[in-house]
């Protein structure tokens, strides 16, 4: 058993064979889509897999510690080059397999014209626990 | 958990014992163990400092009458009357054959790994569903999705029949390395599962088992420093280790071996036991490691056996022995670069055992792991 983090971005993984951005599909699509990703993640807390997800607003800033007594430096907004994750979501199954099986599943959500985006998702394993037995 | 005066181990090691009394009187086993489970949290809510003098009687009285609602339906009418004119009653105690059975059952091949863990956590062990998410770190609402699945695979199966009890085994062992997270300690659950198994079958490898356990468990406070870093096994204060628990470990395992029936766990018990028998690594009798070792290729012939045998080898013949047993194995098997680089930095390349202890800190599976091969780098560069 480990966890998995499955990682969407809007900008910085490679280009998705359905690569159309989101506000050139019709709302259909876009209800269509929706509505994929979440019977996704309803099919993953009826199989005891689903750990957690959330999506996340492209704004941010990068914030810095500017030493003793100061408030910390924010910049921002994001450059247009800068790697952007849309959103995040943790799975624990019992095989890397299984972490690759789903991915697969996910990046296959429906974009413009119904068809599979083929997006790029990221997948990393989570640390774990060391084991007891050593030896 | 709700903090009554409620014994909580000793209402749970009734566990299984509630439950076959429910299914030997007809009830299916899924419905069975939620009644169970929902009777276990009555007790934990009213019993408070004093217990009924009957729990067991007083848990089968709840559980099957809660079994009764919740199986209150119009088709399930008829046979809920028939169950009533039977009349529950005490019956026979469950004896040690229905124990036995309910681990082959939470241990089904059909079940996956994850699964039968959790399974078995919750109608053996009698955890609750929030104590078991808690354990493994997901939501309660999945873990229970997870307990209710594998009820649903397992509920066409009889429990009458014998089961493997490898499985059984392989289970709790899954059980007990997963460690100690939440508030739970799965390490101590796993060891009372496996006492209690081993008091219910006559099996060498359960002993092995139960054995390992004892004598891993016996190194714990010493395993980690003050503040919570790994402390690896050539580095344990070994004043700390626990010599009751090693004491019991020993005395299990030469029972176990002296029936001449051997097998894996009882081999890695025995590597167990000489660690556990040594002042220091420098005094550890490697030899004879290596010897079980060669066992344990020989019952399994696991990757990771070789590879573990491979530091036994360096440690009993040199290091250049050492990176002669590594050399046919496989660089991506896990803890690979780990070993090589214990081996080189023994071996005098302390450049090229720097670079293996990098190269391992990226493949470590837990930060304690990442963190101990980093330090490991740092100190040879």
């Known amino acids: 058993m480990a966890k998995y983090l499955m990682l969407k971005h809007y900008r910085g993984a490679p280009a998705a064979r359905n690569d159309v951005m989101m506000d050139r599909w019709t709302p259909e699509e876009v209800t269509a889509h929706i509505q994929y990703m979440n019977d996704f993640a309803d099919r993953l807390r009826e199989s005891g897999e689903f750990v957690g997800e959330n999506a996340l607003s492209p704004e941010g800033l990068w914030v810095q510690y500017d030493g003793e007594g100061k408030p910390p430096v924010t910049d921002g907004p994001f450059a247009e080059t800068k790697d952007l994750i849309a959103g995040w979501m943790i799975i624990d199954v019992d095989t890397p397999q299984r972490a690759i099986e789903l991915a697969g599943e996910l990046s296959a959500a429906p974009g413009k014209d119904g068809e599979p985006i083929h997006e790029w998702l990221e997948v990393r394993p989570l640390y774990g626990e060391p084991s007891l037995i050593e030896d | ?381």
């Open chain 2, 1 to 381: 958990m709700p903090s009554t005066g409620a014994d909580e181990p000793r209402l749970r090691r009734l566990t299984p014992e509630v439950l076959t009394v429910l299914v030997r009187r007809g009830a299916d086993f899924a419905a069975a163990e939620d009644a169970v489970q929902d009777a276990l949290l009555e007790a934990w809510r009213s019993w408070g400092t004093e217990p009924p003098r009957d729990p067991k009687g007083w848990l089968v009285t709840v559980a099957w009458r809660r079994y009764l609602d919740a199986t209150r339906s119009e088709i399930a009418r008829r046979r809920r009357e028939d169950l009533v004119d039977a009349e529950p009653e005490a019956g026979p105690a469950a004896g040690t054959d229905d124990t036995l059975h309910l681990y082959f059952l939470c241990a089904h091949p059909a079940l996956t790994p994850s699964s039968a863990v959790a399974l078995t956590l919750r109608a053996v062990g009698g955890l609750t569903t929030r104590q078991i998410a808690d354990a493994y770190l997901v939501p309660e609402a999945t873990m229970a999705q997870r307990i209710s699945r594998a009820k649903r695979t397992v509920s066409e199966v009889r429990m009458d029949r014998p089961g493997d009890v490898a499985r059984v085994l392989r289970t709790l062992y899954l059980v007990f390395n997963e460690g100690y997270s939440g508030d739970v300690d799965l390490a101590a659950e796993a060891i009372r599962l496996t006492r209690q198994l081993a008091a219910a079958i006559d099996d060498p490898e359960v002993s092995g088992l139960l054995a390992l356990m004892l004598l891993h468990h016996a190194r714990r406070p010493a395993r980690t420093a003050a503040d919570g870093t790994l402390v690896p096994l050539a580095e344990q204060d070994r004043s700390r280790w626990d010599t009751g628990a090693i004491a019991e470990g020993v005395a299990i395992l030469q029972l176990a071996l002296s029936r001449d029936r051997l097998g894996e766990f009882q081999a890695q018990a025995a590597i167990a036991a000489l660690h556990a028998d040594a002042p220091s690594t420098g005094e550890t009798d490697w030899v004879q490691v290596v010897e079980w070792y060669d066992e344990l290729v020989a019952l399994t012939d696991s990757p990771v056996v070789r590879l573990n045998r491979a530091v036994a080898v360096g440690e009993a013949d040199g290091p250049r022995a050492g990176l002669a047993a590594l050399a046919d194995l496989d660089p991506s098997l896990p803890r690979f670069q780990a070993v090589a680089a214990h081996l080189h930095e023994r071996d005098g390349d302390l450049a090229r055992a720097a670079t293996l202890y990098v190269e391992a800190a990226a493949r470590a599976s837990s930060t304690a792991e990442r963190d101990h091969l980093t330090k490991q780098a740092a100190r040879l560069t």
